[in-house]
């Protein structure tokens, strides 16, 4: 497949009188292949711009060797079968994992729009993503990167461990679950967002007991605990650490330092700021 060595078809017939000999094929047509040597070895033309319809989807499993996939057909099965809404028409076994075809009950044929864009196949492309991220929420073995428009193992009786010719699945239909499944995706992933946000709000140092009471202290003096450059430089600290602008740190210190009963000079609160946003303290 690295150097695009293959057979071109351009029959049914001569697909199925062959199969047996070929390991891989691509289950959707191209308006043209060709050779690029006199020996008529090496094909060029498979890329999705050159598509003429599209028959397939294929959501690829991948294990680490033979007997991982053994062990895990089972959970891959239930998978397709159970969670799945719409049944997959075909699993065949691949050297180290599984190819789950999804056959149209209908070619989606590709038209080219006049800005160059290849609707069809983008939507195809969509549904697949959101096939394989479903899959993958269920089986961490699935191969998101995999395009699900290219090439893949051909089936035949050694490897075919489902088919059901019948099990076809209508291409809107596809195409209104996987917009809802990636509407909920979305949904999902701003709640997420939004609940990290509120933790990262709630794990500022600013925002934790210790900092509101330390800055309702008003007795403290040089000649009491820590002291007071100690004490603004650990809620300086703070507030840099918070991602609190320096400026408003200052306008917090200040008035901390005004209510104190022995407050100390501007000037003093000023450099010890400046001390605690000089990037050398990563928090209090």
Same mark, same amino acid.
């Given at each position: 497949?690295?150097?695009?060595?293959?057979? %071109?078809?351009?029959?049914?017939?001569?697909?199925?009188?062959?199969?047996?000999?070929?390991?891989?094929?691509?289950?959707?047509?191209?308006?043209?292949?060709?050779?690029?040597?006199?020996?008529?070895?090496?094909?060029?033309?498979?890329?999705?711009?050159?598509?003429?319809?599209?028959?397939?989807?294929?959501?690829?499993?991948?294990?680490?060797?033979?007997?991982?996939?053994?062990?895990?057909?089972?959970?891959?099965?239930?998978?397709?079968?159970?969670?799945?809404? !719409?049944?997959?028409?075909?699993?065949?076994?691949?050297?180290?994992? $599984?190819?789950?075809?999804?056959?149209?009950?209908?070619?989606?044929?590709?038209?080219?729009?006049?800005?160059?864009?290849?609707?069809?196949?983008?939507?195809?492309?969509?549904?697949?993503?959101?096939?394989?991220?479903?899959?993958?929420?269920?089986?961490?073995?699935?191969?998101?990167?995999?395009?699900?428009?290219?090439?893949?193992?051909?089936?035949?009786?050694?490897?075919?461990?489902?088919?059901?010719?019948?099990?076809?699945?209508?291409?809107?239909?596809?195409?209104?679950?996987? @917009?809802? !499944?990636?509407?909920?995706?979305?949904? %999902?992933?701003?709640?997420?967002?939004?609940?990290?946000?509120?933790?990262?709000?709630?794990?500022?140092?600013?925002?934790?007991?210790?900092?509101?009471?330390?800055?309702?202290?008003?007795?403290?003096?040089?000649?009491?605990?820590?002291?007071?450059?100690?004490?603004?430089?650990?809620?300086?600290?703070?507030?840099?650490?918070?991602?609190?602008?320096?400026?408003?740190?200052?306008? @917090?210190?200040?008035?901390?330092?005004?209510?104190?009963?022995?407050?100390?000079?501007?000037?003093?609160?000023?450099?010890?700021?400046?001390?605690? $946003?000089?990037?050398? !303290?990563?928090?209090?």
């Amino acid at each position: 497949m690295a150097k695009s060595w293959g057979t %071109i078809y351009t029959s049914k017939e001569a697909v199925y009188d062959n199969y047996a000999t070929s390991t891989h094929w691509t289950p959707n047509v191209f308006n043209y292949l060709t050779y690029t040597d006199a020996a008529k070895h090496y094909v060029k033309g498979t890329k999705e711009q050159n598509l003429s319809q599209i028959n397939t989807l294929v959501v690829d499993v991948d294990y680490g060797d033979a007997e991982e996939r053994q062990a895990k057909f089972a959970e891959v099965w239930d998978t397709a079968m159970l969670d799945v809404q !719409f049944l997959p028409t075909l699993i065949l076994a691949t050297t180290k994992g $599984y190819h789950i075809y999804y056959v149209f009950d209908e070619p989606v044929f590709v038209r080219r729009h006049a800005n160059g864009k290849l609707p069809a196949v983008r939507a195809a492309k969509a549904i697949a993503k959101s096939l394989k991220q479903y899959y993958a929420q269920k089986l961490p073995a699935v191969d998101v990167t995999c395009n699900s428009l290219g090439v893949f193992r051909v089936p035949r009786p050694d490897n075919i461990e489902y088919f059901e010719p019948k099990m076809t699945v209508d291409f809107q239909a596809l195409m209104t679950w996987s @917009i809802n !499944f990636a509407n909920d995706q979305h949904q %999902i992933k701003a709640q997420t967002i939004q609940r990290s946000f509120k933790a990262r709000r709630t794990s500022r140092q600013i925002d934790q007991p210790w900092f509101q009471a330390l800055i309702n202290q008003t007795d403290i003096d040089q000649n009491v605990g820590y002291g007071r450059h100690n004490t603004i430089f650990t809620l300086a600290l703070a507030c840099y650490s918070s991602n609190v602008s320096q400026a408003q740190c200052f306008d @917090i210190l200040d008035e901390f330092n005004s209510n104190l009963n022995h407050p100390l000079a501007t000037q003093h609160v000023q450099k010890v700021i400046n001390d605690a $946003y000089s990037g050398q !303290f990563h928090a209090a």
